[in-house]
């Protein structure tokens, strides 16, 4: 097949949700009905078993599962679907923003007797700022759950786009009749049990006014039938175009656990989810199908054994075909490498193991030689952009235990930055201690036992009074100057010397938006 065959068969996604949604349910349902996986049970298990993991060291041990498992690839009608996970509980850090960058499109579930949940919220709005088309998926409709019109118009608030429903629930709970298709005019017949792997045994019922419907299902249909009305005097009709910018989201109804409504989410994927399309370099545009390899570091992971440092990149191709053994240019170093001990992903076919395309992802096991946001390609200098780095949320003091250390610390701690597990600020002020800032408190845990195995260095986290930081610009050199000789206290730098805006609340932070109206703050840097 032709690389621009191969590009437009891609579909690249990222599942995000709040805690116990159903993601992996979900998950695990769509890899069954694309017969990824034959028997339910093997996504389920490995997250039983991180959450039996009280600490660091068990994590780690797990990495070898979970690097293959966080990212899965199955192939479904004729398009190649990369599915990637997002962490969520108390794994949740800078990496679960980062994957975002590396998709074209995220299904977000939302639990239907929860409505929009706040770790949700987080991550819709770095999709909002990226304009990721969303597909919704609103779960456990076999529950007593909230009203699906609540639903839509929380949904609507939150994401700031306009939300169209494709299927209605009829009933909900124990008087769960099924989903009505609001497209194709038909109902879907609830019934419930893990076996099905496919809905083509499905009993479907045609036609909104069906008599035979409003019968069997009594007022649960009425209510219905009342909701699909309004909905569809009120809402929009669907813009393929308004979804692919981000602007509308296809909504769909169901119940994970009981294998209903999967298949028509995946179905949305294939249809309507976009390929890969173009990438932004500093150089110039990069077309996904274009004859030469290029791909972007958008993590890295430590891997089972630290004494080695081995680490594995993770890969979005960018463009053209990667072969494994070809050899690659990083762009930032020089360096080539030859990549043979390639990590696959969980896949049907044994070609797609050895070959990747654009929206495909890629593991590289290396000893430090790739960081976040470098770029491979197959000899041409690019670079990326539109790798964030987020503003952290939780923020430690750090100290050595052994002075004679520091410098360790230090060596560490840029390198760990680099890597991107932790954000590391020199704060301005003489004699103040390193701060780290995170995202997620595992961060904090998995930098002191990283630094602790591998640089030697017994570090002391201790309590910041910092809550927010902001990175700042000013277009007048004098502006900023003031702004930083006034506020020497609340200002550090970070590991490319950024310098960022420490807050101990949102309110001194408005204080400081409102008296240098100079300063631009920023929430958001970019790579490079
Ligand atoms: P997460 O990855 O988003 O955290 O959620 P996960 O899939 O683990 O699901 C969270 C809980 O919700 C699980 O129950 C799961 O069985 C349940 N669940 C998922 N989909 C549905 C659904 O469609 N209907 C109902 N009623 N429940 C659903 P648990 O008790 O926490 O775990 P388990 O003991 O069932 O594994």
New binding site residues.
């Given amino acids: 097949m032709s690389i621009p065959d191969e590009v437009k068969r891609r579909r690249t996604f990222a599942i995000i949700?709040?805690?116990?949604?159903?993601?992996?349910?979900?998950t695990e349902k769509l890899l069954l009905f694309a017969g990824a996986i034959q028997i339910a049970g093997s996504v389920?298990a490995r997250?039983?078993s991180r959450h039996a993991a009280s600490d660091w060291m068990e994590i780690e041990k797990q990495r070898g599962i979970s690097v293959a498992s966080s990212v899965m690839q199955m192939e479904y009608r004729d398009c190649v679907i990369n599915l990637l996970d997002t962490p969520?509980?108390q794994d949740f850090s800078e990496d679960t923003y980062r994957v975002l960058t590396a998709v074209d499109a995220a299904l977000m579930?939302i639990d239907a007797a929860n409505g929009v949940e706040p770790q949700t919220i987080r991550l819709l709005q770095v999709c909002r700022a990226r304009n990721t088309p969303i597909i919704t998926f609103v779960?456990?409709?076999?529950?007593e759950v909230r009203e699906p019109l609540d639903l839509v118009s929380e949904i609507e608030d939150h994401l700031g786009m306009e939300v169209i429903p494709f299927s209605w629930p009829v009933g909900m709970g124990r008087s769960f009749g099924g989903v009505f298709d609001i497209r194709r005019d038909q109902m879907r017949v609830f019934r419930a049990g893990e076996a099905r792997h496919s809905n083509e045994n499905d009993e479907l019922i045609p036609g909104l006014e069906n008599p035979e419907i409003a019968k069997r299902f009594g007022s649960a249909f009425t209510k219905a039938h009342e909701e699909i009305e309004l909905i569809k005097e009120a809402s929009p009709e669907f813009d393929h175009a308004a979804f692919l910018a981000g602007k509308q989201t296809p909504m769909f109804f169901?119940?994970?656990?009981?294998n209903f409504g999967v298949q028509e989410v995946l179905d949305a994927l294939v249809d309507l989810a976009p390929s890969p399309g173009p990438r932004t370099a500093l150089q110039r545009e990069v077309q996904p199908d274009e004859p030469k390899f290029s791909g972007v570091v958008f993590k890295v992971q430590a891997n089972m054994d630290p004494a080695h440092r081995d680490r594995v990149a993770f890969v979005r191709v960018s463009s053209g075909r990667f072969e494994r053994g070809m050899r690659l240019k990083v762009a930032r170093t020089g360096k080539e490498i030859r990549p043979n001990n390639v990590v696959s992903f969980l896949s049907q076919r044994r070609e797609l193991l050895d070959e990747a395309y654009a929206g495909d992802i890629i593991g590289i096991p290396n000893h430090g030689v790739l960081q976040l946001g470098d770029v491979l390609t197959e000899g041409e200098s690019l670079q990326f952009t539109g790798l964030p780095f987020f503003a952290p949320e939780l923020f430690q003091a750090v100290e050595v235990k052994d002075p004679l250390r520091t410098k360790q610390l230090r060596i560490g701690l840029t390198q760990l930055g680099e890597e991107g597990a932790i954000q590391v600020f020199r704060p301005q002020a003489a004699g103040g201690a390193l701060l780290l800032g995170a995202v997620g408190q595992l961060q904090f845990e998995v930098v002191a036992h990283r630094l602790k195995t591998e640089y030697g260095v017994e570090a002391r986290l201790m309590p910041s009074r910092y809550t927010m930081a902001r990175w700042f610009t000013a277009e007048d050199p004098k502006a900023m100057r003031k702004f930083m000789d006034s506020n020497a206290a609340n200002i550090a730098h970070d590991v490319v010397d950024a310098p960022a805006f420490l807050a101990s609340s949102p309110a001194q932070l408005r204080v400081a938006q409102e008296l240098y109206p100079g300063i631009t703050f920023h929430a958001m840097r970019e790579h490079g």
């Fill in positions: 949700s709040h805690p116990d949604a159903g993601k992996t349910t979900l389920k997250k039983a969520g509980h579930v779960n456990k409709l076999d529950r169901g119940s994970a656990i009981n």
